[in-house]
C-alpha cells in the first residue's frame, strides 16, 4: 500500500518562495509517476507538475518558469520547489502518485494549505 504524506505549506508574501515536500511510503516508486496538483476553493483540482518517466517534467503554463518538479529516489521524496509565488496560487497542494502500469492505480496525499498574501 502507498502513502503520501506532503509538507512544507505555509503562509508567504507574494514574490517569495516555498518548497514542498511529498514523502512516498511504499514499494515501486521508481514505478510511479508523480504529481502536484492544487485546488482552490470553489474550483477544480488542477494538475500543477509532472515527473514522469525518463524525469521528463509537465507544468501548467500558470507556474512554468517558477516552478520545478524533482525527485530524491534515495529518499523516495517528490519535491516542489515554488519561487515568484502569486496570490492566484493560494490552494491546497495534494501529491499524486500513479503507477505507470497495469492497474494504473492512483494515490492522493492529504494536501497542504499554500497560503500567498499580497
Known amino acids: 500500500q502507498v502513502q503520501l504524506v506532503e509538507s512544507g505549506g505555509g503562509l508567504v508574501q507574494a514574490g517569495g518562495s516555498l518548497r514542498l515536500s511529498c514523502k512516498y511510503s511504499?514499494?515501486?516508486?521508481?514505478?510511479?509517476?508523480m504529481g502536484w496538483y492544487r485546488q482552490a476553493p470553489g474550483k477544480q483540482r488542477e494538475l500543477v507538475a509532472a515527473?514522469?518517466?525518463?524525469?521528463?517534467?509537465n507544468y501548467a503554463d500558470s507556474v512554468k518558469g517558477r516552478f520545478t518538479i524533482s525527485r530524491d529516489m534515495a529518499e523516495t521524496t517528490v519535491y516542489l520547489q515554488m519561487t515568484n509565488l502569486k496570490p492566484e496560487d493560494t490552494a491546497v497542494y495534494y501529491c499524486?502518485?500513479?503507477?505507470?502500469?497495469?492497474?494504473?492505480?492512483?494515490?492522493w496525499g492529504q494536501g497542504t494549505q499554500v497560503t500567498v498574501s499580497s
Open positions: 511504499g514499494n515501486f516508486f521508481s514505478l510511479h509517476d
Open positions: 515527473m514522469l518517466s525518463g524525469d521528463r517534467t
Open positions: 499524486n502518485a500513479q503507477l505507470r502500469y497495469g492497474t494504473r492505480q492512483e494515490y
